[in-house]
């Protein structure tokens, strides 16, 4: 097992670092944290990797900027006002 340290933010801050171990094989992880432990934390992540996956699927194509990319991809032209809009406002 390795450990890595990570700083710890609040509002933009870092309020600390704390040492996170990083196990390099489920059997190193399981014996570390426990059976229970580890599944529950396998589950809960698995749901949420899941979930975002839904949802980046749902949402992404419904966002205005998705659906501009979308559309200059196969229009020339769009794609030459799309890319006066964004230099005129980035400057």
Same mark, same amino acid.
Do not use: C, H, W
């Given at each position: 097992? @390795?450990q890595i340290e990570?700083?710890? @933010?609040?509002? %933009? ?20 944290? @426990? ?11 698995? =749901? ?9 699927? @749902? ?6 900027? =998705?659906q501009l990319n979308?559309?200059? %991809? ?5 794609? %030459? ?11």
């Amino acid at each position: 097992m @390795k450990q890595i340290e990570k700083e710890v @933010k609040s509002d %933009k801050a870092v309020i600390g670092v704390v040492k996170i171990p990083v196990f390099e094989s489920l059997k190193e992880a399981v014996a570390a944290l @426990k059976e229970e432990p580890a599944l529950g934390l396998i589950n809960r992540q698995n =749901a949420s990797d899941i979930m975002n996956t839904y949802r980046a699927g @749902k949402t992404a194509t419904a966002s205005p900027v =998705a659906q501009l990319n979308r559309l200059a %991809k196969s229009n020339p032209d769009l794609q %030459k006002a799309i890319e006066a809009l964004v230099s005129k406002y980035a400057a």
